[in-house]
């Protein structure tokens, strides 16, 4: 279900089909080439070559004919509707044509042209008018700077993408969405070499109306569609995002997505490729955590995770057995599995003793190692693996059969033999690790077998799988609700840390007993009434970290501490810091043992405020051991949040230690990432560290906080 907070922050995605764009039933050929290698001439070779069977229109106002179709001199002159148009012109001549395309009543548009908001300023006017175009006529426009789609179980090839020539890969139930051409031309030959089974390849360029998160929607509710592969560089409408994976993941169909743009230098590229914000790459991450996709950190991890989904199987558990004729990549094997988290379970006793009295130098646990005599007798071979797929109670078995099926007196048993055990257990996913000749390859790949020639890729892909599995089977985390937001006024003009906690006080937030103190005596007389021992901490709208320029003293136990606390402070504050405006200082009860955690918010330049939890106090930085998730969140969010830290282990209590109040400490998450969407045209981000979380049932007090205004929303002077 779509996350109904979200929506009312981003506004409604509003999606409209891609039925005519992705499925069209006819097509006509803006600037059709009789030349099959031009750009304008391969869409229509491709058309004609690989099984469409709709009507095409070539339209070329210079030709009567175009590779042996009848061709037109304009749209207008088709004498039957048009379902889809494909425009292959120089950028000068798109705009004209698309606007002939929408009052000739064409359903959707695919522009192949460059030279729009890639390029300068004028170009992003004119993409800009061509998203108008399509706002306003409801057609749906691929592109610009797009190297098109193919939908392969239809025929329809609308690219002109001269790696169609290469040939195709298999037909299958996989989708592929990429915002780059070469990338999603340089995938299209990948597939084909890999044999991932491609139903759908789109690439959607400068994106003017159509976007990635448009594909991913359509694809997550296509019946011809399991599994969802994406290259993506940057969101443009982070509604269209969100809606688009909450459908995939409801439709239970797995996402495997690359995501650019994690480095300073890789966000500007993304920026000057296509004109889109890369944004936080650490939200994209907490958003594909939430959503249970899988981000592949290389082209390689991309592809093997979507070749693993493609069979179908998503084991729950990670009960992995491994069959070898090799002790050494057996260990590898094992290292890889208990690296990745995944089990390795023995045979049963009774299993282990009948294949110990067939082969008696054998290892029989788990791994199985059949050693090479196992290939003296194929049945013995046989008797081995199916004893593992039958007994072993494995949801993943991988086989490794070193370089020995190039053998040819083995080739053909070998086959019958993998072909009967993979129809006998079609519920274990099957891996082979070998090294064969093509044709067997081809074969067991077309059995069903999922083929690596690295065994530790093949369990970093199978506990990709398992993480996927369980991601399903948790299904959607219970999320925010519409409801009042705090009104909190003033906040973004808050710039001491009492007037922020006096704020944070107000949305429920609990702060210490604290007074403040404009001289020593003030402070002197601020300690006797909030109690002994107390801490005193500088109050300046010019400093943020108090420690840095010894702004802070703890433990202080009577009066002459902080007398003379108040005078060494003042001192070091006015010489490290000679420029701040000092307003005196805080006198706070200090506060009892417990955990020390941050809770903040920060506005992301896509997706607004963020929300971020995790080990706080000294070792933010140290550790960065932290969790987010966009505002606002649920308690059940705010928990998932916390589960996520390194950290967790001490909040449920730790050698001996009481566990801490981890409900208070969710309840503040959640109440901070409602600030934050209250504030948000104003404030830029918040901060509580530490956040003392005490022992369970004891709650949790925000230490020290503050705000940063929006530099949008502020003069140079800090004036609102």
Known sequence: MTNLSETRRFGTATPRSLAALLDPRSVAILGASSDATKIGGRPLKFLRTHGFDGPIYPVNPRATEVQGLPAYAALADIPAPVDHAIIALPAHAVLPAVRSCAERGVRAVTVFSSGFAEVDEAGRAAQAELGAIARDSGMRILGPNCMGFMNLRTGFLGTFAFMVDLGLPPLGRVALVSQSGAFGGQALVMAREQGLPLGAWVTTGNECDVELADCIAHFAQDPGTDVIMGYMEGCKTPARLIEALALAQDAGKPVIMVKAGRSDVGRAAVQSHTGALAGDDRVFDALFKEYGVHRAHSVEDFFDVARACATGLLPREGRVGVFTVSGGIGVLTADAAEQHGLTL???????????????????????????????????????????????????????????????????????????????????????????????????????????????TRAMRAVAALRSLAQARRRGPAQRATPGPLPDVSGLAEARTEHAVKQRLATCGITVPDERMATTEQEAIDAARQVGYPVALKVLSPDIVHKTEVGGVALGLADEHAVSAAWRQMMARVRREAPEARIEGALVTAMAGPGLDFIVGTQQDPIFGPVVMAGLGGVFVELFNDVALRLAPVSHEQAHAMLRELRSHALLQGHRGAPAADVDALADTIVRLSQLAVSQAATVESIEINPLRVFAAGQGAVALDAVVLPRADTTDQDGQA
């Open 345 to 455: 379970t023995p045979l049963p006793a009774p299993a282990q003793a009948r294949l110990q009295a067939l082969l008696p130098h054998a290892s029989v646990r788990n791994p199985v190692d059949g050693t090479a005599q196992i290939w003296a007798d194929m049945r013995v071979f046989e008797t081995f693996v199916r004893t593992l797929l039958a007994e072993g109670d494995h949801e993943c078995v991988l086989l490794f059969l070193t370089a020995m099926p190039h053998a040819p007196h083995l080739q053909q048993p070998l086959a019958e033999i993998l072909t009967r055990l993979r129809h006998e257990f079609p519920q274990v996913l099957m891996v082979l690790s070998m090294l064969a000749p093509p044709a067997l390859a081809q074969q067991m790949q077309a059995a069903g077998y999922l083929l690596f020639e690295d065994t």
